[in-house]
């Protein structure tokens, strides 16, 4: 017999260690096969004085295991403390994060009996870098990136996901109608890589219409890839249509390390109160256990897990007493589930694991670099004396020969030339600079423009070169052009 893995385990804050124990004696109950390394994370760590919620030896637990089971935890109030989650995923390389949404009709109230979605969600760029700063007196901004590794490797997981597990169409949601480079990267991505899977059914959704469909009629969709904040949203609206948030279940999946946790929060306000469902957690264990290959745990705990909401025994947060039949707490549900490890469900399908695929790895494929040629520059201006046409005055005697002020946006607007007096302006301003047609460019032509432009007293607060790559510009246009 192979020896028993080992996993990492933390049991949180607020509800996590009653949710924790209750999965920990369901898994233990249907045989799993495990060791533990219990570490110790969020709220009373980030009291230690450890700004990110975890302590340096836990890393060394994760690295060594390399699978963790978490429970909620608690971010304190207040500015100077990071996102646990966040740094986790970011740190370890979990770059897929998985959340499947099912109904339990009748069981569990829904209005979308017939829901079975899978939404997976790049998780580790996007806005959620953090990258942010305050620019001006009345502008702050928070910086988007999206990478082509980050795109390719979470739409092939997304593509894979789906032709192991059977699954009949993927869906992709961005917003590349206005964020056309960084979406439209996401998108294209998508299209590149979906056709190499001809056996499946591809289709693209901008994002506020798919999410409409998805709250409307989410029987529509199998398998959703986006990026990573329309992701967290949208996973959660998934979670919450098919009755219940506190349900859910996710993996979070990297090339060496997988983590896997309930998708809501602590709820202190229930802790201590025995009240608190494991069930999302629970099924983020069975997640765990389909990983580890322990296949045959996994399909009793899945379908105790369906047979004890078929018997009407649920906890308060789903009890309806048109359906239930019994108002349990936390331990009383947990006993339930164990006590019906070898019964099947009766009128859900009952899970079969026998044949599960192994966990699905993504990987991107590097690609020769572009011909890349400097172009111009946008010079970012903290300024509130005057109108556009002032500003644009101001520039145009601070121009040098190599660089002519062509341009200037507000909130990504033009203003001028030819603006609208009615174009409400802060005191944030994009002015793009460009080399006569046909004239190259240079980091030295821009070093002279910023001297030139301090000297006649303007605060530039940034800069971006513009390029073209392999002759496509890789910019933005202002709005209005």
């Not at 939404?119 to 928070?142: F, K, M, P, S, W």
Request: hydrophobic content about 40%; aromatic content about 8%; charged content about 20%.
């Amino acid at each position: 017999m192979a020896p028993k893995p080992i996993i990492t385990v933390a049991h949180g804050n607020g509800i996590g260690p009653e949710i924790m124990k209750a999965t920990l004696r369901i898994l233990e109950a249907a045989g799993a096969r495990f060791d533990i390394e219990t570490i110790e994370i969020g709220e009373s760590v980030y009291q230690r004085g450890f700004t990110s919620g975890i302590e340096p030896s836990a890393w060394d637990s994760l690295r060594r295991t390399k699978v963790f089971l978490k429970a909620p935890i608690t971010t304190p109030q207040g500015g100077g403390f990071k996102s646990l989650n966040v740094t986790i995923r970011k740190t370890l390389g979990l770059y897929a994060n998985v959340r499947p949404s099912v109904s339990y009709h009748p069981f569990v109230a829904t209005k979308h009996p017939r829901m079975d979605v899978v939404i997976i969600r790049e998780n580790e760029e996007d806005l959620y870098a953090g990258i942010e700063h305050r620019e001006t007196d009345q502008v702050v901004q928070c910086l988007k990136l999206i990478t082509r590794p980050g795109c390719e490797k979470i739409v092939r997981y997304a593509f894979e996901y789906a032709r192991r597990n059977n699954r009949k169409k993927v869906t992709c949601f961005t917003k590349d109608n206005i964020m056309k480079l960084t979406d439209g990267l996401f998108h294209k991505v998508f299209d590149e890589i979906g056709a190499e899977y001809p056996e499946l059914q591809k289709e693209h959704w901008i994002v506020d219409i798919g999410a409409a469909r998805l709250a409307d009629t989410p029987e529509i969709f199998d398998v959703i890839v986006m990026p990573n904040l329309y992701g967290d949203i949208l996973s959660d609206v998934a979670a919450q249509l098919t009755g219940s948030v506190g349900l859910a279940g996710s993996a979070n999946i990297g090339e060496h390390i997988a983590m896997f946790e309930a998708i809501h929060g602590s709820a202190p306000d229930l802790a201590g109160k025995g009240i608190a469902n494991p069930s999302g957690l629970l099924l983020a264990a069975v997640m765990m256990l389909v990983h580890l290959g322990q296949t045959d745990a996994a399909e009793r705990i899945h379908n105790a897990f369906l047979r004890t909401l078929e018997d009407g025994i649920h906890t308060p947060d789903i009890y309806k007493p048109e359906v239930s039949s019994q108002k349990v707490d936390n331990a009383q549900f947990t006993e339930a589930i164990i006590q019906r490890l070898d019964l099947l469900p009766q009128r859900f399908q009952p899970v079969s694991y026998d044949h599960a695929p192994a966990t699905p790895i993504a990987t991107w494929k590097p690609r020769p670099p572009a011909d890349k040629q400097m172009v111009g520059v946008d010079v970012f201006l903290d300024w509130a004396k005057g109108s556009p046409d002032d500003l644009a005055c101001t520039l145009r005697s601070a121009t040098n020969q190599s660089l002519a002020l062509s341009m200037i946006t507000n909130r990504g607007v033009k203003v001028w030339p030819g603006g609208m007096p009615e174009t409400f302006c802060t005191d944030h301003w994009r002015c793009r600079f460009l080399p006569a047609e046909g004239a190259k460019t240079s980091h030295d032509d821009v070093i002279q423009l910023l001297h030139k432009v301090q000297s006649v007293g303007l605060d530039f607060i940034k800069m971006e070169n513009l390029y073209t790559f392999d002759g496509e510009p890789g910019f933005s246009l202002g709005q209005g052009q």
